[in-house]
């Protein structure tokens, strides 16, 4: 099963242990956004990846001058969130891989709550915008009917209680991409890295997450056209079966310490 971790509004801080963070920030013609991420990311972080997605504005320029020492990456092969996350990933050299997106639609306020996840034992924490304080200003209701109906298709094929599955944040060790890779171009990308982790049997931790409007400029995701990419993916996924067959545990975790009123690592399950 799929545990959630409790909302923790007070934890703002990042308490890493040494563990090298990476933000990955897929960006299509962001400019005018990236003024309300790049400027609130914590400090403590081993590295900041902005994969450029074909961006014909001055994405890059204002990456650079609003933080320096960001990285920042063409995509490699194709185009599209996929695409340029895959992209992301090989270049991140940290332990910790944080996914978030460039639209202002991220807090980054909220990373703590990952990493802490990721310490208590799961190899993978997934955002959810609908469990605690969770929630979106920007979904629709038709898309979020759509989401509710392929969530409910995942849970029943693979035996999970998902609660989200597109939520663009969300944070995992590096070392779980030793066991499947990520190939998929759009939209899907999140529910395949959420779904390749499930069959490899690796923990997964559910975290409440807040989707903000998005600030400027019109998202790319088509609801019909995409919501079809990803059923597709999830019968795919489904059909191929397990890709790893033994239960993994985190040695990261830290087996005696609480978690600051989160889940402890004794209650986050672990997929079946």
């Not at 639609?105 to 990952?114: A, G, L, N």
């Not at 903000?212 to 489904?238: P, Q």
Request: with cysteine; charged share 25%.
């Amino acid at each position: 099963m799929v545990v959630p971790v409790s909302e923790h509004p007070e934890s703002q801080r990042i308490e890493h242990s040494g563990v090298r963070i990476s933000i990955v920030i897929p960006a299509h013609n962001e400019a005018r956004n990236l003024h309300y991420v790049l400027p609130h990311l914590p400090e403590s972080l081993h590295e900041v990846i902005l994969v450029n997605d074909h961006s014909t504005d001055e994405t890059v320029e204002v990456a650079r001058k609003l933080l320096p020492a960001i990285h920042i990456v063409d995509t490699e092969r194709g185009r599209g969130k996929g695409a340029a996350l895959q992209t992301g990933f090989r270049a991140a050299t940290g332990d910790i891989i944080v996914m978030m997106d460039a639209d202002g639609s991220s807090d980054p306020k909220e990373i703590p709550r990952f990493i802490q996840a990721l310490q208590a034992g799961a190899y993978l924490a997934k955002g959810s915008r609908f469990i605690g304080d969770g929630g979106s200003a920007d979904i629709t209701p038709l898309r979020r009917l759509g989401s509710l109906v392929l969530i409910s298709i995942t849970n029943r094929l693979f035996g999970v209680r998902f609660t989200d599955m597109f939520c663009g944040f969300n944070a995992f060790w590096k070392s779980c991409l030793d066991y499947f890779e990520i190939d998929c171009n759009g939209f899907e990308v999140e529910a395949q890295l959420h779904l390749r982790i499930c069959k490899a049997n690796l923990e997964i931790a559910e975290v409440p997450s807040y989707e903000h409007a998005r600030i400027h400029g019109a998202s790319n995701f088509r609801t019909f056209r995409d919501g079809w990419r990803v059923l597709k993916m999830i019968v795919k996924e489904w059909a191929n079966g397990h890709s790893v067959v033994r239960t993994v545990r985190m040695a990261h975790a830290q087996e005696k310490q609480g978690w600051d009123g989160l889940v402890i690592p004794e209650q986050i399950g672990t997929v079946q």
